[in-house]
């Protein structure tokens, strides 16, 4: 079975993600060479996935809980073209706090974590790329995050959680093949203008310049993601 790691600090976005695309492939998309549906193979975790979709699509969204205390969760998902099946893989939603760390028990955990993995995709938040890259002035920052109802990140919180991203990523890097792919995704991507999207992704590629260089043997790619 393929096996597909979902990355990134608590609140980042993980699995709010997982909920929304679960649901929207588990509709199935019409693509040219049919409809292609991804549908979750375990009853228990399809109803947990369904459960936390309806909390964020009521009249008052309630967002998944940050994940420094929770638990990894591993979510076995089959996919179907023209209703046969083509592939079987996981998904697995790493929790956050794994990652600040350092007991033998967490240990133990990223390295599983890493083992076998067909591809690792890292979740950052647009709320910690915007005072890291000072990406909009003071009034407007102020005014993002109070919609969001978020406590205002400071420059050396927001640029400390990407040096540790740095790190995260390139543990993983250590711990995989060099054919697996890594993918950089942006989350909450709605909360920034067009320009200041694409400021977001150069800053972000130049700040993880190590990834991105000609010697760096895995494929790494970013991405720009929101639920709206």
Known sequence: M?????????????????????????NGIQTSVG???????????????????????GKCPVWPKGTDKGRTKYFPYELYI????????????????????????????KNTLYENSNCIVVFIDA?????AFKLKNEE??????????????????????????KVIINEARRNISQDTPILLVITKKDILL?????????????????????ETPNPVGITAISLG
Not at 35 to 57: H, P, Q, R, Y
Not at 148 to 159: H, M, Q, R, V
Request: negative net charge; hydrophobic residues 30%.
């Open 35 to 57: 409809t292609v549906s991804i549908l979750c193979a375990d009853s228990g975790w399809s109803s947990e996935l369904n459960e936390g979709f309806k909390e964020m699509d």
């Open 140 to 165: 407007s920052v102020s005014q993002v995050y109070m919609r969001g109802n978020l406590e205002k990140k400071s420059y050396s919180d927001a640029i400390s959680e990407l040096n540790h991203l």
């Open 82 to 109: 023209g209703g046969e099946k083509k592939l079987e893989f996981e998904i697995c939603d790493y929790r956050g706090g794994v990652f600040k760390e350092t007991n033998d028990e967490a240990r133990y955990e």
């Open 194 to 214: 067009e320009d200041e999207l694409k400021d977001a992704i150069n800053k972000l590629k130049s700040h993880m310049n190590i990834f991105f260089s000609e």
């Open 2 to 26: 393929r096996k597909i790691c979902f990355l990134g600090l608590s609140g980042s976005g993980k699995t709010c993600y997982l909920y929304a695309a679960s649901h929207l492939l588990h």
């Open 127 to 131: 709320y910690t790329l915007i005072p």
